[in-house]
């Protein structure tokens, strides 16, 4: 069965350190990765995807199969950065099982 | 120009009763779901949706119907809510049934009295 694991619930950083939120999965298929974030009183949205390897916002986040992690990491938090961040592994049948989520604070 | 939009935004209901959630897309996207986000911030999927084939999550009880009228619609209907269905529910849409970007709507927040 599929399982997506975030093991914090909180982390708090200051502007402009390093930020690394985790994310580990545990899948018999071909992963298809994703981490969709949801700012105060806005809908989810997608931040990133594994398969278009790019960066957003200043995220960056890389499949590591041999860990079965899906990391997501900024060099510069910045203050607009706090939100509730998602890791999510989407399944064959296009299904998006989410982790319990990060809520990220980043403090002035 | 929203692209996923849902009614109501907030619903209050005493136990026992039936409601709907309606969601409403209009991006093209063939495929829809539902999912639900607990108090914890949990979110899991309930249900997904593409053209004919409905695809449930077993662990949704059947009080929980998913309806769709047309492909740019996906109401949820819920029979005789409990207590433990007070959450906030998102209807999100993708464009096929592969591995695309789901675009969420706003979300419904429950709350069973």
């Known amino acids: 069965a599929q399982r997506v694991t975030q093991p914090e619930k909180l982390l708090s950083v200051f502007k402009g350190a390093p930020v690394e939120l985790k994310c580990n999965y545990s899948?018999?298929?071909?992963?298809?990765l994703f981490w969709y974030v949801q700012y105060s009183r806005q809908r989810l949205q997608l931040l990133l995807r594994h398969i278009s390897r790019e960066s957003i916002k200043g995220f960056t986040a890389d499949l590591n199969k041999g860990e079965t992690s899906f990391h997501l990491k900024k060099p510069f938090a910045q203050e607009e950065d706090s939100a509730m961040y998602y890791c999510?592994?989407?399944?064959?049948?296009?299904?998006?099982?989410f982790g319990t989520g990060t809520r990220l604070t980043v403090i002035p | 120009d929203t692209a996923v939009s849902q009614t109501p935004k907030y619903l209050v209901t005493q136990m026992g009763n039936d409601k709907s959630i309606k969601c409403e897309q209009n991006?093209?996207?063939?495929?829809m779901y539902w999912y639900k986000q607990d108090s914890k911030k949990f979110l899991k999927i309930m249900f997904s949706?593409?053209?004919?084939?409905?695809?449930i999550n077993e662990t949704v009880p059947n009080r929980f119907s998913p309806k769709s009228p047309d492909k740019a619609h996906l109401n949820l209907h819920i029979n005789s809510l409990e207590l433990g269905d007070s959450a906030v529910y998102f209807c999100?849409?993708?464009?096929?049934?592969?591995?695309?970007?789901?675009?969420f709507g706003p979300g419904t927040r429950l709350t069973v009295l």
């Open positions: 991006l093209g996207h063939d495929t």
């Open positions: 949706y593409n053209n004919k084939e409905l695809i």
């Open positions: 999510a592994l989407m399944t064959g049948a296009n299904n998006l099982f």
């Open positions: 899948y018999s298929g071909s992963p298809e």
């Open positions: 999100a849409s993708s464009p096929g049934a592969g591995p695309d970007t789901q675009y």
